[in-house]
């Protein structure tokens, strides 16, 4: 006997219960090339090229290329992308080192982006079997996939040696109308809401969603909020009167130079503005002083002079050595230097940068490639000080290079009284490349994170003074000596951002491998009884 037709409201009900698609899996070949463009479409978004919707072009590009993927084969479309982005995003690291070290980051954390398109391959597949509504496919599926992209991210800057946390989605938008987003929840909040906006609009594309607009009420929502929310205001204090100086010295690693090259460019630059009136404090930049002046008497004149001058503090950064220590150590440092007091306190860089200011494990990469691992023959210990400075009265925040791209060292300033952070780096061995455009996109997003001005002084350049609203108010131009005298906003008050730190990313990571274990085990028990062959992968694996 054969069974009766449906009635009408079941086949409504069951419509409503599972959703259509009209997006079907792309062929492999397809998705490697979709996959592939992805990764170079998504690094226009970011600083040089600056376009930002292109970083949402791309992330739609990655994730559309792994619906319907088995694991392996979406390993392999992640691991494209990955490739075609980081090639392209980090190519200023072979301009002196040449391609090994270009290469074996960009495929170290391609690999990474390899091992969370798995997962997020997974979440397509066990999401839908796990609930089969319309409405968790709009909400929680994209929920569930921004999730484990932001856990991609945190991994892949944690780990190993700390972490390379460079390239996260967040940090394209540095100048769009999304970047105030990051003073409620943070880097991995806004790279969380970008993604969960592209994979909405997907799964919105993919029910026919312009059928009943109401489906599109959940992603619209996201972003409408994403956009009009404004930055948490803090609370102005005052305004501290910053010099800072560009000295364009001889201050790349491979530069041709004499000892006292680079201090003497600093200087040449500083004497216009020791005249000025009513200086505050003075900043040299990173690698601003070749020479210790708590080892040199006459480099400890210099600054005695220009503290004495202009009646403030000079904030200079040399290598200091640990002569006390059980073995010889050396430190990236910044000293806050006054007359007649000398050093009265320092600040030791938190991340030195591995394989560029030491060398870990060094016995198993001098086996590899002893020609590059020799070039570094001394390495920097990371420091332990608090990143702040007392500038008689007024807390200063800081940061040098590399250390910008770590929460931890930014919230622990705020969270210690930062009222300005004072920032600085040296570009000099990238020259001519996109790495410090993209580095001063960080510096942008910290400012508007944190509710503070930031000053980010470069040897080099492009140094910029900039608000706590992300708005730019004094510059350097590249690869010219010259210096600032700033009037910079002093604020208070902590942002929720810097009040959550790092419970945002752990909350989105562990809910995200929490929902796709859920998905997983629910949609198991689901497809228990039969299990059909469409139930495979496209690309002919199981979904596993």
């Given at each position: 006997m054969s069974a009766a037709p449906p009635r009408p409201d079941d086949a409504a009900s069951v419509r409503a219960r599972v959703p259509s698609r009209t997006l079907l899996p792309l062929p492999l070949w397809a998705a490697l090339l979709v996959s592939a463009l992805g990764g170079f479409v998504y690094d226009l978004g970011f600083p040089g090229a600056s376009v930002w919707p292109l970083a949402f072009v791309g992330i739609a590009m990655a994730l559309v290329s792994l619906i319907g993927r088995s694991s392996w084969a979406a390993f392999h479309v992640g691991l494209v992308f990955g490739l075609a982005f980081y090639l392209t995003h980090v190519s200023w690291t072979s301009l002196y080192l040449g391609p090994i070290p270009w290469l074996a980051l960009s495929i170290l954390e391609s690999l990474f982006v390899a091992g969370g398109a798995v997962l997020i391959a997974l979440a397509y597949r066990w999401m839908p079997r796990a609930t089969r509504s319309r409405w968790s496919q709009l909400v929680l599926l994209p929920l569930l996939v921004a999730g484990l992209w932001v856990l991609r991210e945190t991994a892949s800057g944690t780990l190993p040696y700390t972490g390379f946390p460079w390239g996260r989605a967040a940090l394209?938008?540095?100048e769009s109308p999304f970047a105030d987003v990051v003073s409620w929840v943070g880097f991995s909040g806004l790279s969380f809401v970008m993604v969960a906006i592209v994979a909405g609009v997907i799964e919105w594309v993919r029910i026919r969603g312009w059928r009943d607009l109401r489906t599109g009420i959940p992603v619209a929502a996201l972003l409408v909020v994403a956009i009009v929310v404004p930055s948490w205001q803090t609370s102005p204090t005052g305004k501290l009167r910053v010099a800072s100086v560009q000295g364009n010295g001889p201050s790349g690693y491979f530069d041709e130079r004499s000892q006292g090259d680079v201090l003497a460019a600093q200087l040449d630059a500083t004497e216009p503005i020791l005249d000025e009136p009513g200086v505050d404090v003075?900043?040299?930049?990173?690698?601003?002083?070749?020479i210790d002046p708590?080892?040199?008497?006459?480099?400890?004149r210099v600054f005695d002079d220009l503290s004495e001058r202009l009646d403030a503090p000079v904030i200079l950064n040399t290598v200091t050595i640990d002569e006390e220590a059980d073995e010889e150590r050396f430190y990236n440092t910044s000293l806050l230097w006054k007359a007649g007091e000398g050093a009265v306190d320092r600040y030791s860089k938190r991340y030195p940068v591995p394989f560029g200011e030491y060398i870990p494990d060094r016995w198993f990469y001098e086996a590899i490639v002893p020609e590059l691992t020799g070039l570094v023959q001394r390495g920097y210990s990371p420091g332990t000080e608090p990143p702040v400075f007392d500038l008689d009265g007024t807390v200063?925040?800081?940061?040098?290079?590399?250390?910008?791209?770590?929460?931890?060292?930014?919230?622990?300033?705020?969270r210690d009284g930062a009222e300005v952070y004072l920032l600085q780096t040296n570009n000099a061995d990238f020259r001519g490349t996109d790495e410090n455009q993209q580095q001063l996109a960080i510096a942008r997003l910290r400012a508007i994170e944190t509710g503070r001005s930031v000053v980010n002084i470069s040897t080099v350049g492009t140094s910029q003074v900039i608000d706590p609203s992300g708005r730019t108010i004094?510059?350097?131009?590249?690869?010219?000596?010259g210096a600032m005298v700033t009037d910079v906003e002093l604020r208070t008050g902590i942002t929720p951002s810097v009040?959550?730190?790092?419970?945002?990313?752990?909350?989105?990571?562990?809910?995200?491998?929490?929902?796709?274990?859920?998905?997983?085990?629910?949609?198991?028990?689901?497809?228990?009884?039969?299990?059909?062959?469409?139930?495979?992968g496209v690309d002919g694996g199981t979904a596993t």
């Open positions: 394209s938008q540095s003075l900043l040299w930049p990173e690698g601003g002083s070749d708590t080892r040199s008497a006459d480099a400890a200063a925040g800081l940061a040098i290079c590399f250390d910008v791209i770590y929460d931890g060292v930014i919230w622990e300033g705020a004094d510059s350097l131009p590249a690869y010219e000596a009040a959550l730190g790092g419970v945002i990313p752990t909350l989105i990571g562990f809910g995200a491998l929490a929902g796709l274990v859920a998905a997983g085990v629910r949609g198991g028990m689901r497809n228990a009884p039969r299990r059909s062959g469409s139930e495979r």
